[in-house]
């Protein structure tokens, strides 16, 4: 350095800053995160990736400490790989974080080579494998079902013979019963309707849960989503009026059609308002809205029932998720696969003690259209060959 003279010293200064800006801009692209980790769990060195899978906020600079953003578990981990990592090994470590988002995460954590760095620095590869691992869990889970599903449907299949016959039977005793004296046949009619009851009760267990087992493939037409929706509360109204509730409509007018199969989305809207008449045990305004966003029509269902607590939340579409005694606890689950395979989306949103609001967006025929054609012609292009 003593022999550069000002000039050289800044031109190698310049140059050195320009390879820095070029390497971070590298990193910085990268989707993996790279940080550097000292002594002391301190990030000396982190890009963009990094900084946005751990929440590290604006005023994180190098040297801070990162304590707080990894687990515990993680730390001891580190701490033993520091004891006996020889030089250029690599370990990894999955790591499950809450902030700011809950993630999992892969960490490779290798040595840096003595020239690089003479502390016992390490350089961490961190990469996102939420959507992975959520994929992994749902196939364990789907292949679970399935399998507990197959048997049950067919057990339900074979309840639904005996209570058809049992309802026939009902119908003779019924009709019997017509003869005998006033007294007896009053006291019978009472057990009668009792039984009837119930297997009415039964068979609408059966056949819900056949419904959410057995998925038919959706038999896609355009629709005016308005209709469908008018048509569900027409069925419902006995039990709307029961229930003292009043219906407010806000319809968006001349919305374009949905390209939905009528008889699933028609389930879908029974049974989120029966829900919503549900969580309403005397009065309550259900309040149905649908317009056009982007896109998409959003057809909007709020109740001002007793509304949801955080912890059941995310357990709603669960199969067999209820808190009804008498709930079977499929509604929900029917409502989540028909708007799935339809390409549609369900948001919820609830307050205890106010309400719940379930929204379901679905892609307009139109833009059903625009995407198959692009699909087609992605097709096309595939095809012509090179
Ligand atoms: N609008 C709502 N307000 C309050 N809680 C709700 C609402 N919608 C759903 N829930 C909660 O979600 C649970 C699951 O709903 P889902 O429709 O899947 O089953 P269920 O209503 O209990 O039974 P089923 O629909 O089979 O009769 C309900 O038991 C209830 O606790
Ligand atoms: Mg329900």
Redesign the pocket.
């Known amino acids: 350095m003593d022999r550069l003279d000002p000039q050289s010293v800044a031109s190698i200064v310049s140059m050195l800053v320009r390879e820095k800006g070029f390497l971070e801009t590298v990193f910085n692209a990268l989707d993996e995160g790279i940080l550097v980790l000292g002594d002391d769990q301190k990030a000396l060195y982190f890009n963009r990736a990094a900084r946005e899978m751990l929440g590290l906020n604006a005023q994180f600079a190098a040297g801070d400490s990162l304590k707080r953003h990894l687990p515990e578990p993680f730390w001891s981990a580190i701490e033993d790989d520091r004891a006996c990592m020889k030089p250029r090994a690599a370990v990894h470590h999955d790591v499950e974080i809450s902030y700011p988002q809950r993630r999992f995460l892969q960490i490779y954590v290798n040595t840096l080579p003595a020239d690089v760095s003479p502390e016992s620095d390490l350089l961490l590869i961190i990469r996102d494998v939420t959507e992975a691992h959520r994929r992994a869990v749902l196939n364990a889970e789907s292949e679970r079902i399935g399998a507990v599903t197959t048997l049950a449907a067919g057990v339900a299949h074979e309840i639904g013979n005996p209570l058809n016959s049992l309802h026939i039977y009902m119908q003779l005793i019924e009709r019997e019963v017509r003869h005998l004296d006033p007294a007896t046949r009053k006291k019978m009619e009472g057990h009668l309707r009792v039984c009837t009851d119930e297997i009415a009760r039964l068979d609408q267990i059966v056949n ?1 849960f056949l419904k959410a087992v057995r998925p038919t493939r959706p038999v896609l037409e355009p629709h005016a989503m308005n209709e469908i929706l008018m048509e569900v509360i027409e069925v419902l109204k006995p039990e709307i009026s029961n229930r003292d509730v009043l219906v407010e409509k806000e319809l968006g007018r001349d919305l374009p059609h949905v390209w939905i199969d009528r008889d699933q989305m028609k389930q879908v809207f029974f ?2 308002i ?3 008449l ?2 309403m045990t005397r009065g309550g305004i259900l309040h149905v809205r649908t317009e056009l966003q982007a896109d998409r029509i959003v057809t909007a269902i709020r ?1 001002t ?4 607590p955080p912890e ?1 939340l995310q357990r ?2 669960e199969p067999y ?4 005694a ?8 029917i ?1 989540e696969r028909v708007v799935r395979e339809h390409g549609g989306l369900i948001e919820v949103s ?1 307050e205890q003690g106010r ?2 609001t ?1 929204r379901i967006l679905l892609p307009t025929a139109e833009k059903r259209v625009r995407l198959l054609e692009d699909e087609s012609s992605l097709h096309d292009r595939r095809e012509v060959p090179a």
Do not use: C, E, W
């Open positions: 819900q049974n989120i029966r829900n919503s549900q969580a109740d029932g007793g509304g949801i059941s709603i579409f998720f209820t808190t009804k008498d709930g079977s606890g499929l509604g929900l689950m409502v609830s309400g719940t379930f």
